[in-house]
Structures are given as structure tokens and as C-alpha cells.
């Protein structure tokens, strides 16, 4: 695998990937909403919204994560002049699942800051502040990103549990330690839905049977210059948008986005020798 032309891949997809984070799906409430910072009853409990007003409001759904038996939701909303992203029960929005993408994980590492990190509850200044800073230095998961900010998961000592806050990436000086943080850096994004099919002008494509999380499989179908080689070819994931593969006939790594697919491939066997772009038909 030529390392070089992958380093310079990801260094140029960094710079060119989408900055705006999927838009999320409306709903109404068929309650207040108790929240938390992150999907369970283990996050630190961040207080009760809506409680006069929930017949009336609309909120923006992000992204599901499961808990056990129980979904919990990702949702925007706006109380007293402050915005607001937290977690709650599904059973307190009124939303179809089906609509709603569920969560990734973008990275894990090590955050070693110059002192203690301001929190928001979204991404941005425009959001709401964490009653506490994020501290300077912490082990952490990354479940978003979005405008220069990151969604960072951590165990906070004082408190004794788990909490997720936004940080600005900058501050954020993360040692990455699993995970692409090129992608990670840049945006969200949400599986790609099965049936997407990426194509170029010189007959080749592929079609994403099965989009699998960070750790698992994406299958996908190759096509070279109009002749299908791979029907189902299990790409390992090791990030949200980044994966590699092997095969008797040789090996590549795959950057996956919205609307374009890079392959960087040596497949000699096949005449495959450099990098295809592909792009969402």
C-alpha cells in the first residue's frame, strides 16, 4: 500500500469535507423532557425542559443511540434564549426511529489540553455552557463533530459518572489513538443508505449493499472499467468515513463521504493500480 499517496488522501480530504452536519429531523413532544449528556441513565443528569411549553414546541432530532432495551435521542431545542443539544427517552418525542440515524463513533484519545476546556451543550459559543469545564486532561470518545467543535465523552472524577460536552477543537489537543481524525475533525456523518451507488466516466463503480459501524464491515459491490470483480467485498472499518481491505488479489483503503467514494487500490490482477474518485449517482 503506498502510504504516502494515502497520507496525502486524508490530509486533502480534511481540508475539502463538508462542514455542515446532517440537519436533523423535526418533531413534536408528547411531554417534557428530563435529559442527560449522554444516552443512558449512567450521564450526568442535565435538568428538565419544556415544561410549560412542550405542547407547542418543535425539536430537531440528530441521532439515535440504544441503551439496552431503551433508544435515546439527540435532540436541539431552544428555552429561556438558550439552545440546547441533550439526550432523552425516545418514548418522549414524537418521531418515526426509521428517520432518525444512529450515532458513530468518530475516535478515541487522549486529550491533553493547556488547562481546563469550557463545555457547551452544542456546537458552538451560541450554546448553552456546561455548569462544569471539561478537564485538561482525559481519555476520550468522540461522538460528533461539527463546525470546529467536537462532542467528547469523558469520566468526570468529581462527579462519578460519565458526561459528554462540545469542546472547541482547537483547545481540544487530542492524541488519537483509534480512529482517522481527519474525518473526525470536520463533520458528523450518518451511515450511507444501502443502494447508494458511486460511479465515474470510466465504467467504474460500486454499490453500498451494508454501511457497518467503526469496527465492523461495510459491503459493498466493485465494478472496474464495466466488469463487476467483487460482488460483495467486506471493507473493515476504522472510522465513521475511512475502511481498508484485502483480498487474494491484493489490497486498498476506502474514504466514504455523502456524495464521493475514494479508493486507493492495488489490485494488479484487475489493472487497478492508483486511486479511483467516485461520485453518488
Not at 218 to 225: A, D, E, G, K, Q
Not at 249 to 258: H, L, N, Q, T, V
Amino acid at each position: 500500500m503506498k502510504k504516502m499517496i494515502a497520507l496525502l488522501l486524508i490530509l486533502l480530504l480534511a481540508a475539502s469535507a463538508f462542514q455542515a452536519a446532517a440537519e436533523g429531523v423535526s418533531a413534536t413532544l408528547n411531554q417534557k423532557i428530563a435529559t442527560r449528556s449522554g444516552p443512558s441513565l449512567e450521564y450526568d443528569s442535565t435538568g428538565t425542559h419544556l415544561a410549560e411549553t412542550w405542547q407547542t414546541e418543535q425539536v430537531t432530532v440528530f441521532s439515535k443511540a440504544r441503551d439496552d432495551d431503551t433508544w435515546w435521542l439527540l435532540v436541539e431545542f431552544s428555552e429561556d434564549g438558550q439552545r440546547y443539544r441533550l439526550y432523552t427517552g425516545a418514548k418522549r418525542v414524537n418521531v418515526d426511529l426509521d428517520d432518525v440515524p444512529e450515532e458513530m463513533l468518530l475516535g478515541e484519545g487522549e486529550m491533553t489540553a493547556a488547562g481546563e476546556v469550557p463545555g457547551h451543550y452544542g456546537p458552538s459559543q451560541e450554546y448553552a455552557e456546561t455548569e462544569n469545564d471539561v478537564p485538561w486532561c482525559a481519555e476520550v470518545t468522540v461522538w460528533g463533530a461539527e463546525d470546529g467543535y467536537l462532542l467528547v465523552e469523558f469520566y468526570d472524577e468529581d462527579m462519578q459518572n460519565p458526561r459528554r460536552a462540545w469542546v472547541y477543537a482547537e483547545l481540544a489537543d487530542i492524541t488519537w489513538t483509534d480512529s482517522a481524525p481527519g474525518g473526525a475533525m470536520t463533520f458528523n456523518r450518518a451511515a450511507i443508505p444501502a443502494g447508494t451507488v458511486f460511479a465515474d466516466e470510466e465504467g467504474n463503480s460500486c454499490t453500498v449493499a451494508e454501511y457497518g459501524p467503526v469496527g465492523g464491515s461495510t459491503v459493498l459491490s466493485l465494478t472496474v472499467r464495466g466488469k463487476l470483480i467483487y460482488p460483495d467485498l467486506a471493507v473493515r472499518m476504522d472510522s465513521s468515513d475511512h475502511g481498508s481491505f484485502a483480498t487474494p488479489e491484493g489490497d486498498g483503503e476506502i474514504w466514504f463521504y455523502d456524495d464521493q467514494i475514494m479508493i486507493d487500490a492495488y489490485l494488479p490482477d484487475f489493472g487497478v493500480a492508483d486511486t479511483m474518485e467516485l461520485y453518488a449517482e
